[in-house]
């Protein structure tokens, strides 16, 4: 009778088995279209053997634990490249403002320089002309007003990128607590015997998506958990169960970065981040100020260059030329002379009367027109270069940034597609794997069910006597 009732013991535990077996099949086929799901296994052991009678029986099998598939090293291949991707992603829109305002069309601030050079070649084939030397003036006046909006425009993507990164910093947070919580519960599980399958595709969800943000690291701190670091010998972003929080701090219109770790506080740069925030800070601490730079500059250069020429001259009324625009005056060392020159350009003339074509009070001369005119190729910015030719490199270096994000953000993102399409070919759900293994249970299922159902025929039988 004993032998009859182990007997009801093995299907019992074989039924279990292959109702396990059903279940997490289910679950992997119910998430095959779940993002980061990996697919998941019933492993399996047999009940160590009895000595009944001098024979060696078997106890049936048990369910261990429910692992999922995983590889690491694809893993983290695939965090690697979602920090590059992120990193180019971000650049890309801000990049394609400062293309916009380098741009090189007649309506930019190219046309402007050119406009303005063309109506003192109008005003030099008609010195005497009211209507030229008007065109002079507002030729003037739109082209102080093309560099104080190009400036003003170069400082809008920087409050961009700062409002961008600032709106960033909440979800960033959420997302490193998130892990710390995580770590936690997977520990807490792994110390109980189960591995926990779901919690592990949600923290890789969580730190794959923290790469992309911040250029993260991971590693296996032991214990189920893992510990996050950003690179440069900062404190760790995560560990064990704690979190620290980034900090976006303002100080006037500048926005710093920081992280926090007890009583020290961190400043981050592109140096320490990765990700769409490295990305972002790259564009706004190393093209962006290049940028200012050369349009401050030019607008400096230019100025100063028809301002120059302008003085040499005189007006009508034989009165001499005086300053043709308003140059801001130069900051105090060791900043350039020309910074905040853009935003700040306009013209000093404020009527038609004071602009000098000529060098005397003849109608028709036209000698300092000329002269204007020539100022146009002559190499006044560095001693080197025109205006034109300094304002046409300008715009070629951004272009040139431009072209290297958009192939960079190519490459990544079919890197980054690659190795999904791989991951998925290795641990993730083929709904034909699956309905063999379905097919497989169901056999095994319907077959305890058929060895439950003897051993009570005979457990009948044994009664009946």
Request: hydrophobic share 40%; charged share 20%; glycine share 12%.
């Amino acid at each position: 009778m004993s032998g009859l009732f182990n007997a009801l013991q093995i299907g019992k535990s074989s039924l279990g088995a292959s109702q396990k077996g059903i279940e997490v099949t289910g679950g992997n086929l119910a998430n095959v279209n779940t993002p980061g799901y990996s697919r998941q296994t019933a492993q399996v052991s047999s009940y160590p053997t009895l000595n009944m009678g001098g024979f060696l029986v078997g106890q049936g099998v048990r369910v261990d634990d429910v692992t999922r598939a995983h590889n690491s090293f694809l893993t983290r291949q695939i965090d690697s490249q979602s920090a590059a991707l992120g990193q180019e992603s971000a650049k890309a829109v801000p990049l394609a403002d400062l293309e916009r305002i380098a741009n090189i069309s007649e309506t930019g601030l190219g046309g402007r320089i050119d406009g303005f050079f063309d109506a003192w070649k109008e005003l030099s084939s008609d010195p005497a002309s009211s209507a030229a030397r008007d065109g002079v003036l507002q030729g003037g006046e739109m082209l102080a007003t093309a560099f104080n909006q190009a400036a003003d425009e170069l400082e809008g993507v920087r409050r961009g990128i700062d409002d961008t990164l600032e709106g960033k910093i909440d979800a960033i947070n959420g997302q490193l607590q998130e892990v710390a919580d995580l770590n936690l519960r997977i520990s807490s599980l792994q110390a109980a015997g189960q591995s926990a399958p779901a919690d592990r595709d949600r923290r890789d969800q969580l730190l794959e998506s923290l790469s992309s943000s911040l250029g993260i690291q991971h590693f296996d701190a032991g214990s189920g958990m893992v510990a996050v670091h950003l690179p440069g010998g900062l404190p760790p972003l995560v560990q064990e169960g704690e979190a620290l929080a980034l900090e976006a701090n303002r100080s006037g219109d500048a926005l710093q970065l920081q992280l926090k770790a007890g009583d020290r506080v961190h400043d981050l740069g592109v140096d320490n981040l990765g990700g769409e925030a490295g990305g972002l800070l790259e564009v706004r601490d190393q093209v962006l100020p290049g940028v200012q730079n050369d349009l401050d500059k030019l607008a400096y250069s230019l100025a100063t260059g028809v301002n120059a020429v302008h003085a040499a001259g005189t007006d009508p009324s034989g009165a001499a030329g005086g300053a043709f625009f308003a140059v801001p005056a130069a900051p105090a060392p060791p900043a350039d002379p020309w910074e905040g020159a853009a935003g700040s350009l306009a013209t000093a003339l404020s009527d038609t009367g004071q602009v000098a074509a000529g060098t005397s009070s003849a109608s028709g001369d036209n000698t300092n027109a000329l002269a204007m005119m020539a100022l146009e190729d002559a190499p006044s910015v560095d001693g080197s270069t025109s205006f034109g030719r300094f304002y046409a490199d300008m715009a070629s270096r951004v272009g040139t940034e431009v072209s290297q994000n958009q192939l960079s953000l190519q490459g990544s993102g079919d890197a980054l597609l690659q190795l999904q399409n791989f991951r998925d070919a290795q641990v993730g759900v083929s709904v034909e794997e699956e309905m063999v293994s379905l097919i497989q249970f169901q056999t095994g299922f319907e077959a305890s069910a058929k060895f439950l159902a003897t051993v009570d025929e005979m457990m009948d039988s044994l009664l009946n006597i």
